[in-house]
Each structure stands twice: as C-alpha cells, then as structure tokens.
C-alpha cells in the first residue's frame, strides 16, 4: 500500500539536466540566493563585508533586488518593517563581527514586535570555528552566542550542502506564529568555493499552524457567553495574524468593548462603538478593564506598557490568546490558549453565544469623554494640533513609522491608524532609530503609496545617513522630524524626578539643509502650517524631509501616586 507521505515528486528531464550540468562559475553565495529565491523571497536589505563578499557577488547572478542600507542597524529595521508589511521573511545580509553585532537593536525590536527577519551572516573561516583565538579579522569566539538570546532560532552552517537545508529551517521558524527574526551564518570559505551542487530550485518551507485545543475554546466560547461585561484587550498578534476581521465580527456578537494596545494599533475600527481606543496608560480605561467579569486576551503578554505600567489588577477571569508561549500567563493567571490568534478567534466564532448588551456603547462613550475631559484640563492643545495635522495629511492607508519620540507617545494613544498594519512603532524595544531607515523597508515593500516617518531631532541622527538610501533608491518616504532640542522625554522625566535635566541638550544640524545636501527637498514648517507642508511632502514623488521645530509636552500619566 503506497501513503500520502510516501509519494516523491519526479524530476522533470530538464530538471535532471540542469542537475547533472549545473551552470559553471557558481559559489556557495549562489546557493544562498537560489535558496532564497526559491523559497519566493523578490527583495533582500543589508550591507556588504568582506568575508560576506559571496554572497554580495552571487546577488547580481539573481533576481534578487537588494535595497542597501548605510548602517546595519537600519538595514534590520528596514527588514523589520518588510515584514511587517508583506507578512513574508525580509532576507538581511550582513558581515561577520562589528556588522553582525551592529544589528542586535534591530533584532530585538523584529523579536518584541513579532516581525519575521531572516538575517543571514558570514563567519570567520571554517579553520577557525570552535573558540579559538586565530586572529582572523572580526573573529569572535562564538558569534552565534550574541544572538541567542535576542532571536528565534540559530542555524550554523558548516558546508555548502547544508546552505539549502539551513536557510529553509530558518525561514520556516520565521514565519511560524509567533513571527520573528532568525539566524543564520556561513564562514567565508563557505560562501567563497565554487560549488558543484545543482542549482537549488522550489524549496519547501511551510510554516505549522498554531492551532487552539479545542477543550480550552470550548471553555473560553462559554465564560465570553455568559459574561455580564465582557471586555477585550486585542494586541499586536491580532495584527500580525491578520486577524482583525474576525475580532470585529466576535466583538459584535458580545457586544464587548475593545482597547487596542500599542502593538495593536488598527487591530479594531477607531470609531466605532465599541472602541475604546488606545488610551491604555489612562486610570478610567484600567477601571473598565478591571470591572471586566470576563477579560478577553487576544495576542498581548499585558506587559508594562499594556498594563498601565503593571498598575492593572483585573478582578474578573481572564482568557489569553498568546502564540509565544513565554507570554502565556506571565503576568497575570489565566484560562491560557496557546495558538495563533486568527485560529483561536475563528474557534471562539463557530462556538461562542450571541448576547447583547444595550449598556455597553454608552459605558466606551463615559470611558472616551472623560479621557477627553483629563486631557483637556491639562492645556495640551498644541500637542493634540500637531497630532490631528499629522493625521489629516497622511493618506488613509498609508503606513507610518514612528521613533521614540513624544509625539510618537501621543500617537501610541490618541491616533486613529485607520486600518489594522498600518502604523508601527519601535515600542516592543523601545530603541531609538526606528522610525526612518523601517519606514523606507515599507516603501520598498509597497512603492504606490507614500510612507510617513516621524522622529524627533535626537532619534533622527541615529539614523540621517539613510537620507543617502532614499535618495539612491528614490524611495517615497516623508519624514517629519520634531526638533524640540534634545532628548525631549528624557528632559521632561529628568525634571519631574530631578528638579533639572542632564545630558539631554544637542546640537544638531541644520536638517533642511542637511537634507538639500543628499539631493533630498527639505521643508522648515510651523505648527500652523504643518498640514499643509506634510500634505503636499506626501504627494510628491520620492523622499522628502519636514522639519517642525517645536518643544512639545506629555500628558500626565495616571499611575503614579
């Protein structure tokens, strides 16, 4: 009797042909991008190095496009946010040593964030591999070590037969929920020898399915039924698992009110009636989720920024959705459901009850007018003017980026994203950098719309070098830059703890000429006119930089004290 998972496809006569008489002048960085090639990537981020030089030299032998970053960094967030987008593994090419450290920052953000980076790094020689000190240039004991903690999965690749095998594990454990970034390095050796291995073709990579156990729906399906005020927190993982169609459609039938957290911003409709928003470090929406009898989960830990900063105590039961099983119950007990979110939201749909509540409008109604009433008695009017600017301008469905910068902690909150994978933010690491070289990897995913980046002045000059990558590939990437001076939040956190800040003053550039100096239109704006500018900066084919020099305050947080 022959199964299923018996059968073996046959190679075609050309097939075999190509096998048996591969194509000469072909080394093992051929063999890293057939790999890729065949495993459907189009578009690989990075830079080059020398022992990584195989593997830059086999990518003008492909169908690759390589968009080449001017800091490793921002090579792994521009990568980062290629995924993020496309929902498919961003290729990052990097080189042994000082160029794969440089992209740790990175890495961490694709981890917290769940974005699937496939970051793939040459090694010193194989003669020197096993901790030795040879003395090879960027040698490091085990390199492999730095990342461990900070990726996945790690693939180490010893000879050029493994190349295939280990870059299709990788992919795989990239794309299977929850996302995130891998590892893969390749000595010099390696990637330098010719090869006389056939020319990689199809590889199969397909990522396992994170289903629920149907025991623990079940469960979930009837404390939702029969909840009195059912309440839900949907996180980044509802974005990620491109599920935000059916959380809408299971909120409807609870009549649940929903807060997005700042992952999962766009996860649920901004307006609708049962949205109570974003406003997640806000006392009044911690007291509704609290009151909650039935707290629903739905691909978020509850972490420090979704906690209300840990002050979040919920009173009644809590069912979690989460596919990184670290997150399961870490902060709070739990009816725990390991899967990944659109799986455990269609089961809670084939089995949850119909029930209606004709008092939860009007309690996300209360909730949304008294943030507003917190927020007005604090004369934040400037802030929020910028914000609704900022807003009006960009065009509905095109993604922003956003640093960690005061305005971006205002957006975490008070800005409606208008569609679910629309906005990011580098608030899953919380480094500095994020906004400009990430938004240019989402312009490169998506060419047709224009892409908003938002940075204040210090966050910017991580990254200004990429002026020169927008420019080369003249890429459609507006970048608002708030120039408050220095280190706005950290003055102000200083002030508040200190009396007095320190070392949070700067000099910085004049950014609209050091923009015109790479070829790129540069715009100084006013708080009156910033709508106006960033309006017609988005319309116009290519980069384009808009520089608002204002020093701009935080709303008062509401869990202290």
């Known amino acids: 009797m022959t199964h299923d998972h018996d059968l073996v496809l046959r190679p075609t006569a050309a097939q075999i042909s190509t096998a048996l008489n591969p194509p000469p002048g072909r080394n093992g960085g051929d063999l890293v991008v057939e790999t890729l090639t065949g495993l459907g990537a189009t578009t690989v981020f990075g830079l080059p190095g020398q022992h990584a030089l195989g593997m830059f030299d086999a990518l003008r032998r492909s169908s690759l496009r390589y968009i080449g970053l001017r800091v490793e ?40 964030a769940s974005a699937p980076v496939l970051a793939i790094s040459s090694q010193i020689p194989t003669a020197g591999l096993g901790g030795g000190r040879h003395g090879y240039l960027h040698e490091l004991p085990d390199q492999a070590a730095s990342f461990r903690g900070v990726v996945k999965s790690v693939h180490t690749v010893r000879s050029q037969s493994q190349i295939p095998s280990a870059i299709a594990a990788a992919w795989k454990s990239a794309l299977t929920a929850p996302h995130g970034p891998v590892w893969v390095e390749i000595p010099q050796d390696v990637l330098l020898a010719e090869t006389g291995l056939p020319v990689v073709t199809a590889m199969d990579a397909t990522p396992d399915d994170l289903a629920p156990r149907p025991e623990l729906t079940a469960v979930a399906a009837d404390l939702l039924s029969r909840a009195a005020r059912p309440a839900i927190i949907a996180g980044g993982g509802v974005v990620r698992a491109d599920a935000s169609g059916k959380l809408l459609q299971l909120a409807e039938r609870l009549d649940a009110p929903v807060v997005t957290t700042f992952g999962g911003k766009g996860a649920f409709p901004w307006q609708h009636p049962l949205s109570m928003q974003s406003w997640l470090e806000d006392r009044y929406t911690t007291d509704l ?12 830990g509850l972490g420090e920024l979704s906690s209300n900063y840990h002050t979040f105590k919920p009173r009644g039961r809590v069912i979690q959705i989460e596919a990184d099983l670290g997150k399961l119950e870490s902060n709070h007990p739990a009816l725990g459901i390991h899967a990944d979110a659109r799986l455990a939201l ?10 209606e509540d004709d008092k939860a409008a009007g309690r996300v109604r209360d909730l949304l007018a008294r943030v507003a009433e917190r927020i007005a008695a604090q004369e934040l009017t400037l802030e929020q003017d910028v914000l609704a600017s900022v807003r009006r301008a960009l065009p509905a469905g095109s993604p922003s980026f956003w640093d960690m910068t005061i305005l971006a902690y205002w957006a975490w909150s008070a800005f409606d994203a208008r569609g679910a994978n629309t906005m990011h933010s580098a608030q899953g690491a919380g480094g500095l950098g994020y906004g400009f070289p990430a938004a240019l990897g989402a312009a490169a995913a998506d060419p047709s ?49 200190f009396g007095q800040s320190t070392a949070t003053e700067l000099t910085r550039p004049d950014y609209v000429a050091l923009a015109e100096s790479f070829g790129v239109q540069g715009t100084r704006t006013t708080p009156e006119t910033l709508e106006t500018d960033l309006t017609k900066a988005l319309a116009t084919p290519g980069p384009s930089v808009v520089v608002l020099p204002a020093v701009l305050r935080m709303f008062a947080p509401t869990h202290l004290g």
């Open 289 to 300: 989720l609290e009151d909650a009898d039935v707290l629903l989960v739905v691909g978020s």
């Open 73 to 112: 960094n921002n090579a792994g967030f521009a990568a980062d946010a290629y995924g993020r987008i496309t929902g498919e593994a961003a290729p990052l090419l990097l080189s042994t040593g000082p160029g794969a450290l440089t992209s740790l920052a990175a890495l961490q953000e694709a981890a917290a």
């Open 346 to 355: 269609q089961a809670l749909l084939e089995t949850v009850s119909p029930r």
């Open 449 to 497: 719309r224009p892409v908003l980046a938002v940075s204040g002045d210090g966050g910017a000059l991580y990254s200004i070098a990429e002026l020169a990558t927008a420019k080369q590939y003249d890429l459609p990437v507006t970048w608002l830059i708030v120039d408050d001076g220095g280190y706005g939040i950290l003055r102000e956190y200083m002030t508040d703890a």
